[in-house]
Every structure is written in structure tokens, then in C-alpha cells.
């Protein structure tokens, strides 16, 4: 990785990032440990968070990977275990658990444009819908209630979510995530409520459009030029480009740095290019 957009020093700190799997929150993982702290690496892909730990091992730093499942209470408390036994309590925890699914994702933006052979708003599968909202919501919330433990023991620690910028305004074709995003950005203000007495600060960024793995097809085109949908992105995003994975972490290390952000708490952070703030006029 290129130099770290900050130099703020988590020495002693133990980070714990779930869906580490994944190349953004692999990312942070890495930023972290690069940082100073030890950084325990979780996700429902065992081989992924594994490599990432060998890989961060090799070059010096100290990175422990965990198969986790963050919807199973009973997973994760024994995560919480071997974490507390590798590494040391929880100091930090990155929620990047999450995603969506294609049972709760319509085939087109409007009902009057629907064709048939089309999945629409009337096709959605409820259940896919329900898993949507677990893996966000639940997702955040069961290893919060597994790490956070440690944080209230310790008297002070800090909490970061991952919401979205469907979180401000939903798009298309995407409800369900759409909502369980926002259901992620009231969550962190209420964390940073409930736990203002206990030193434990709350907080979230909201990234903008990133190009991910998961999301590639939908935005590039098999030769790669932009499909329908990007272009509209990038035509309401006033810098006209993409976000990139890198671009998150320096709002990722000040916010979950004790020192830099003391008084920060329940603030969710757009990092989207100025999607945001464009009208579109």
C-alpha cells in the first residue's frame, strides 16, 4: 500500500474489522496494522482473512484472522474468546460486515418501464429481503454486542460503521439495501448515545461509488465502457469519477483515534466525491 494518508499511531491498540474478507475493509485492516495496532482480522471467508494475515505478518506487522459469522451470537462471543486470548480486548471495532443481495434487487428502475419476464417490486423475495436487512443491521449489531464488552470495561473505545449513500437518498433498484442503510446510520446515533457515559465514542462513513469486485459488472460494460447506471453516477457526481478503496482512510484513522476525534461522536461521513451535495442542476 502507498503511504498512509495519516500517521496517527495505534501502537497497543487491538482494531477488530469484520468482513476483512472483502478488499474495502481488507484495506482498513491492513491500514490499521500498518499503524501501529494488532489488528484482528474477521470474516465468513476463512481463506481470505488468512492470506490477509499471513500476508500482513510477513511484512512485520501483527494480524490475526478469524472465520466469523456475524449473525450467529454464538460465533462471534467465541471469536470474542480467541481474540481476547490472541490479541488482547477490544479497543476498536470496524462494522464492514454487509452487503446486498439479488432476490431483494428489481430488475428495473420503474414499475411503469417493467416488462414481463422481469423481476419488479411485486417479485421481491421476502427472504432475501429479510437477509438483506440481517447482514447490515444484525451484522452491526451482534458483533457490537460481542466487542464492545471490552470497550465498556475499559472505559473508552471507539465504534465505526460502515452506512452508504443510499443511506441519504435510496436508489433505485436496490430497497432493501437501500434501507437497511439508513437503518445503519440511525443505529450509530443511537450507539453513540447509549454509550456516551462509558467513554466509547460511535461513529460512521458513508462511502460513495466505489468499484468493488461485487460490483463491477453493473458498472462496466464487457469492454469496458460505463453501462447506463454509472453514467448516471458519475453524471451526479460533480468531480465526474469513482471513489477508491484508499480514499477512505483517512476519515477511517481520524475518527476511530481517540486524541484526533475526542469529540466526535454520532456523526455519519459522507465520502462520495460530492455526490451528496449535487442537485443534479
Not at 475493509?25 to 494488532?38: D, L, P
Not at 451526479?236 to 466526535?264: H, K, Q
Request: glycine share 10%; charged share 20%.
Amino acid at each position: 500500500m502507498a503511504n498512509l494518508p495519516l500517521n496517527i499511531d495505534y501502537s497497543g491498540k487491538v482494531v477488530v474489522v469484520t468482513g476483512a474478507g472483502g478488499v474495502l475493509c481488507g484495506v482498513m485492516a491492513r491500514a490499521f496494522a500498518e499503524s501501529g495496532a494488532k489488528v484482528a482480522a474477521l470474516d465468513l471467508n476463512e481463506d481470505a482473512v488468512k492470506k490477509l494475515a499471513e500476508e500482513l505478518k510477513a511484512e512485520g506487522f501483527v494480524c490475526e484472522g478469524y472465520k466469523a459469522n456475524v449473525l450467529d451470537p454464538e460465533a462471534l462471543e467465541a471469536v470474542h474468546q480467541a481474540v481476547l486470548a490472541d490479541l488482547g480486548p477490544c479497543d476498536i471495532l470496524v462494522n464492514g460486515a454487509g452487503g446486498n443481495n439479488p432476490r431483494a434487487t428489481t430488475d428495473n428502475e420503474y414499475q411503469h418501464e417493467a416488462k414481463e419476464g422481469t423481476k419488479t417490486f411485486f417479485d421481491l423475495d421476502p427472504n432475501g429481503v429479510d437477509f438483506v436487512f440481517k447482514l447490515n443491521f444484525q451484522g452491526t449489531l451482534l458483533p457490537t454486542q460481542a466487542f464492545a464488552k471490552d470497550m465498556v470495561e475499559k472505559k473508552s473505545g471507539c465504534i465505526l460503521n460502515i452506512s452508504s449513500m443510499n443511506a441519504y437518498i435510496p436508489l433505485t433498484k436496490i430497497p432493501a439495501y437501500s434501507a437497511a442503510k439508513a437503518g445503519i446510520s440511525n443505529f450509530t446515533q443511537w450507539l453513540a448515545t447509549h454509550f456516551a457515559g462509558t467513554g466509547i465514542r460511535c461513529n460512521a462513513i458513508a462511502p460513495g461509488f466505489l468499484v468493488s469486485n461485487q460490483n463491477r459488472n453493473l458498472l462496466f460494460n464487457a469492454d469496458g465502457s460505463l453501462t447506463a447506471r454509472s453514467a448516471k453516477i458519475l453524471n451526479g457526481t460533480p468531480t465526474g469519477r469513482f471513489v477508491e478503496a484508499e480514499e477512505l482512510l483517512g476519515a477511517v484513522l481520524f475518527l476511530c483515534d481517540d486524541r484526533a476525534a475526542s469529540a466526535i461522536t454520532g456523526v455519519v461521513l459522507p465520502i462520495d466525491a460530492g455526490f451528496s451535495a449535487y442537485s443534479g442542476v
